[in-house]
């Protein structure tokens, strides 16, 4: 399976969308995707996370350099995730202690 995105505008918010997998093989693609965002986003961006079937530990640690990022430029990342089995992941990885996780893009406020 691959990596899909679509990046769209919500409001103010610069919202990246992927569905399929983020792992070791789409690492190079995830990796630009969230540069881009990034780079189009003055304020807070947002990596929707719901239609993800496989985030491996590499797919975990480029969203976390994203969040770093984001914060040294002054803007912020926020992550929806409301399914079950990856957010017990982001949870119990600790991810959700070092970067906003929501469970939808209303949440963030």
């Known amino acids: 399976m691959e990596l899909v995105a679509r990046q769209t505008a919500v409001g103010l918010l610069q919202v ?6 983020a792992d070791l093989a789409t690492l190079p693609r995830l990796s630009d995707l969230l540069t881009r ?4 986003s003055t304020g807070t961006s947002v990596v929707d996370l719901d239609g993800i079937v496989v985030l491996d530990d590499a797919g975990l640690g480029l969203l976390l350099g ?3 990022r984001a914060r040294q ?7 929806v ?3 079950g089995v990856l957010r017990d992941r982001l949870t119990t990885t600790g991810f959700d ?4 996780v929501v469970d939808s893009i209303s949440a963030i406020a």
């Open 16 to 21: 990246l969308q992927l569905s399929g997998e």
């Open 81 to 83: 995730c409301s399914a």
């Open 66 to 68: 994203a969040a770093g």
């Open 97 to 100: 202690r070092a970067v906003r």
């Open 73 to 79: 430029s002054g803007s912020d990342l926020v992550v």
């Open 37 to 40: 965002l990034l780079a189009s």
